[in-house]
């Protein structure tokens, strides 16, 4: 049965899983009392975390009943509020962060998952709809760092917010290196049908003709291209209005409500996490922008290379053409000297008359040729 439920203390030597929230209880607190859960999880001083995953309609009324959550509040964690954005209200505010789903472990697909930190003064509230690594790596987190800092509610939200946010940092760097190879690529083709056309006495025209339509009918590189600008305008997506929340929570946490408390630290520590969303988010448009130039390019080159296959085929029609018109006369003649009637010269036992029309024959074609050769300038 699925852990659907994790409770987080500092002071705890191992953090509670439960598959319902009364597992979280000891035995003898179990009680169906909504209000002995406030009272085991809210009244301390020692900030508590609960994780919710993917949670029922009952189970939303019973914690919102629990721990005075507003229905504007539960209605949007249940209806998965997608905007990313913070609310202040009276005892608690609302944090909507986006991440992405565990689809992209797997499936290496950007699935966007919605996360809701509902952060309290002494406890802290999270729910999402989908398995994600974030509870976890912040958990570890805190126990590695609780001899060093005291972790407070404020610091659990900043530090989810921080792991979601560097998660995204492998995914723009994947990024930059595939826009890299790309880039590369279309170079190296382009200089390497350009070399192609400085030493035609090298290569076979016919080979080449092939390589290209090939290439053409595969499609890797469009492919390529528009996996890439579709990653990238998914990641654009999820960090595009980061950057808001990110501003609120510090103003907040900037406030004299918090000053000389680790909330001014917090407050720095945002504006980090501030700077690494907008220098994300401006890799990202430059990348968008190099693809952009990329795909161009790309396109060109292949309208050049289709251009090329095209003069290439009327060359070979012309020369075609002209073959038929040296061979037609030559049929003529053959066709005239073959029918069954009296032709001149069958009187004669000799070869003179054979071996002039087939002289004659190819003296025209070497007429023809040389003809040919100076008006078209065929090789």
Not at 133 to 143: K, L
Not at 238 to 259: C, G, H, P, T
Not at 362 to 376: G, I, L
Request: charged share 25%.
């Amino acid at each position: 049965e699925q852990f659907r439920f994790t409770y987080f203390r500092e002071d705890l030597d191992s953090t509670i899983h439960s598959p319902t929230i009364s597992g979280l209880l000891q035995k003898n607190q179990i009680d169906d009392d909504q209000n002995e859960i406030h009272n085991n999880f809210n009244n301390t001083l020692i900030p508590f975390w609960l994780d919710v995953l993917n949670p029922t309609e009952e189970e939303m009324k019973v914690l919102s009943k629990a721990f005075g959550i507003h229905p504007l509040t539960t209605e949007d964690i249940f209806l998965g509020e997608t905007r990313e954005k913070v609310e202040l209200f009276k005892d608690y505010y609302l944090i909507c962060f986006r991440t992405y789903g565990s689809k992209y472990y797997f499936k290496d697909e950007l699935e966007p998952l919605n996360v809701y930190i509902v952060v309290f003064k002494n406890g802290v509230l999270t729910f999402h709809f989908s398995p994600t690594p974030h509870p976890v790596n912040v958990r570890r987190r805190a126990r590695l760092l609780r001899d060093y800092l005291k972790v407070s509610s404020d610091w659990i939200a900043y530090a989810l917010i921080d792991d979601i946010t560097d998660s995204f940092g492998p995914m723009v760097e994947d990024i930059e290196e595939q826009v890299n190879s790309i880039e590369d690529a279309i170079i190296k083709m382009h200089s390497g049908y350009s070399s192609d056309s400085d030493s035609d006495s090298d290569l076979d025209s016919d080979s080449d003709i092939a390589d290209i339509i090939s290439a053409r009918r595969s499609g890797y590189m469009l492919k390529r291209i528009g996996e890439c600008r579709k990653k990238v305008m998914s990641l654009s997506r999820l960090l595009a209005s980061k950057a808001d929340v990110i501003k609120a929570l510090s103003k907040r946490y900037s406030s004299e409500e918090f000053k000389g408390t680790l909330g001014q630290n917090i407050a720095i520590f945002l504006g980090d996490i501030q700077d690494h969303i907008l220098t994300m988010v401006q890799n990202l448009n430059h990348n968008e922008k190099l693809l952009a130039r990329s795909h161009s390019n790309y396109l060109a080159q292949i309208n050049i290379d289709m251009t090329k296959v095209n003069n290439d085929m009327n060359d070979v029609l012309g020369k075609i053409t002209i073959l038929g018109t040296v061979v037609l006369p030559m049929n003529v003649i053959t066709g005239l000297w073959g029918m069954n009637v009296i032709v001149p010269g069958q009187e004669h036992e000799g070869l003179v008359w054979f071996v002039s029309i087939t002289s004659f024959m190819f003296f025209f074609a070497f007429c023809c040729y040389v003809y040919a050769k100076r008006v078209s300038g065929i090789a």
